[in-house]
């Protein structure tokens, strides 16, 4: 399995962006799809945004669509989440989230996690 080492979170205020990214250790990392997860506090896990092993396909919950893109690239074993437009309702821990084959959005069809990195947005 690949490890995971998110960073990039922090302080900010409404109408803010962000860039989190995700580094991934080993050799196979372009066999991943990955995702990004959040989870505020007292709330289940949620789904992000995801993308293909290619980077060809992505998908986004309805919340972030339009506000959060995810990217990667593989020469640098890295996965990125621009957040623009932040709200106050986005603070939550963020996760990355890796699975060797087929892109999916669902948590426990992923088997690799990073240990999250904190995203809190003032208002």
């Known amino acids: 399995q690949v490890q995971l080492v998110e960073s990039g979170g922090g302080l900010v205020q409404a109408g803010d962006s962000l860039r989190l990214s995700c580094a991934a250790s080993?050799?196979?990392?372009?066999?991943?799809?990955m995702g990004w997860f959040r989870q505020a506090p007292g709330k289940e896990r949620e789904f992000v945004a995801a993308?293909?092993?290619?980077?060809?396909?992505?998908y986004y919950a309805d919340s972030m669509k339009g506000r959060f893109t995810i990217s990667r690239d593989n020469a640098k074993n890295t996965v990125y989440l621009q957040m623009n437009s932040l709200k106050p309702e986005d603070t939550a821990v963020y996760y990355c989230?890796?699975?060797?084959?087929?892109?999916?959005?669902?948590?426990?069809?992923?088997?690799?996690w990073g240990q999250g990195t904190q995203v809190t947005v003032s208002s």
């Open positions: 080993g050799r196979t990392f372009s066999r991943y799809s």
């Open positions: 993308i293909s092993r290619s980077g060809g396909s992505t």
């Open positions: 989230a890796g699975r060797m084959g087929v892109v999916v959005t669902t948590s426990q069809d992923f088997s690799s």
